[in-house]
């Protein structure tokens, strides 16, 4: 499990004294408040990749943004490319748009109608098919230029 992973690195960053332990520790914060977010009627869920996955996204957008906001800059910090470099030895490895493509287009060919309703349906497959691995962002634009 991701968030097992993450925990295990911040303990151990944290032992070293290293700074980016307090960074893991942020994320790990993260992903609890995007987890206790998802409470449906009064149960919160278990942690699972999906929280700290999003989680690890939003800092990656983060310390991406941080990294061209201060390009170009004299004495620009480290610290930045330092906490993207770890965010993304912690994302799992994605699938491929070629590999995202073909599955997208078969799960379209199992559909009644190609049509737009269709979308949930081909993503719900996608998501159970790729799970964490998958780009939802470039699985939802290849569904809907098959369905077009």
Known sequence: ?????IKAESIRLRKERNP????????????QELQKGAIKEGVVPDMN??????????FVKVAEENI??????????ATDQ???????????????????????LEEVGKLPE?????????????KDQFGVSMDPAMASKLTQEALN
């Open 1 to 5: 499990m991701i968030f097992d992973t």
């Open 114 to 126: 190609k049509n737009r309703k269709g979308m949930g349906i081909v993503m719900k497959a996608l």
């Open 68 to 77: 061209t906001l201060k390009a170009g800059q004299a004495g620009t910090d």
């Open 20 to 31: 980016l332990g307090a960074f893991a520790t942020t994320v790990l914060a993260k992903a």
């Open 49 to 58: 990749d999906d929280f700290a996955l999003r989680a690890i996204r939003y």
């Open 82 to 104: 330092a906490e993207l470099t770890l965010l993304n030895s912690w994302l799992p490895q994605m699938v491929s748009e070629a590999d995202l493509r073909a599955a997208v």
